[in-house]
T-cell receptor
Framework: GAVVSQHPSRVICKSGTSVKIECRSLDFQATTMFWYRQFPKQSLMLMATSNEGSKATYEQGVEKDKFLINHASLTLSTLTVTSAHPEDSSFYIC??????????FGNGTRLTVT | EDKVVQSPLSLVVHEGDTVTLNCSYEVTNFRSLLWYKQEKKAPTFLFMLTSSGIEKKSGRLSSILDKKELFSILNITATQTGDSAIYLCAVEDRGQGGSEKLVFGKGTKLTVNP
């Protein structure tokens, strides 16, 4: 079945630095990938929709200059958290779909900003 | 605004019990309703429902959708400790201009005690 790989699984960084998270579709091409964020005891909140070859579509309240999304190829989307602050500490998950199939999720990245 | 409400938020049962998890929704342009199971990391797909009244079944789990009343239930019979997880309901909104998105409920945390 379709597999989505996300890397790294866990990252700790200092406040003010930038962190890049990669999301790859391993055995299929994904024209669209989705980035979610999940705070403790909260549900998954859609941050943005990443479209191959074009700009990402951000949800209301998500700063596009802070969360940079690049979808340079049909198998790779990246999320860069720029100038990270402790309040950005969260669980970030990417997902992708093939055609009309359900979303497949990566294993997520636990970001801790100190 | 799209809304997905799950109940109960938390449930503790004993092995062998049967549980019913609820999900009600309001979306502008319904495409599908999905159930996911989330343990420590990313959600894993359980069911995708698009038509009313047709039960989907997988082992001890089953789910059904009522598009008139805008809700779905997930049943788990003969629960086991391995069923302990957060169960997420998500509804897909077709959006406009192909901008579909998946809106998640807050989840039901199920704990099955031996």
């Amino acid at each position: 079945g379709a597999v989505v790989s996300q890397h790294p699984s866990r990252v700790i960084c200092k406040s003010g630095t930038s962190v890049k998270i990669e999301c790859r579709s391993l055995d299929f091409q994904a024209t669209t990938m989705f980035w979610y964020r999940q705070f403790p005891k909260q549900s998954l909140m859609l941050m943005a929709t990443s479209n191959e070859g074009s700009k990402a579509t951000y949800e209301q309240g998500v700063e596009k200059d802070k969360f940079l999304i690049n979808h340079a190829s049909l198998t790779l989307s990246t999320l860069t958290v720029t100038s990270a602050h402790p309040e950005d500490s969260s669980f970030y998950i990417c997902s992708a779909r093939v055609g009309n199939s359900p979303l497949h999720f990566g294993n997520g990245t636990r970001l801790t900003v100190t | 605004e799209d809304k997905v409400v799950q109940s109960p938020l938390s449930l503790v049962v004993h092995e062998g019990d049967t549980v019913t998890l609820n999900c009600s929704y309001e979306v502008t342009n319904f495409r599908s309703l999905l159930w996911y199971k989330q343990e420590k990391k990313a959600p894993t797909f359980l069911f995708m429902l698009t038509s009313s009244g047709i039960e989907k079944k997988s082992g001890r789990l089953s789910s059904i959708l009522d598009k008139k009343e805008l809700f779905s239930i997930l049943n788990i019979t003969a629960t086991q400790t391995g069923d302990s997880a957060i169960y997420l309901c998500a509804v897909e909104d077709r959006g406009q201009g192909g901008s579909e998105k998946l809106v998640f409920g807050k989840g039901t945390k199920l704990t099955v005690n031996p």
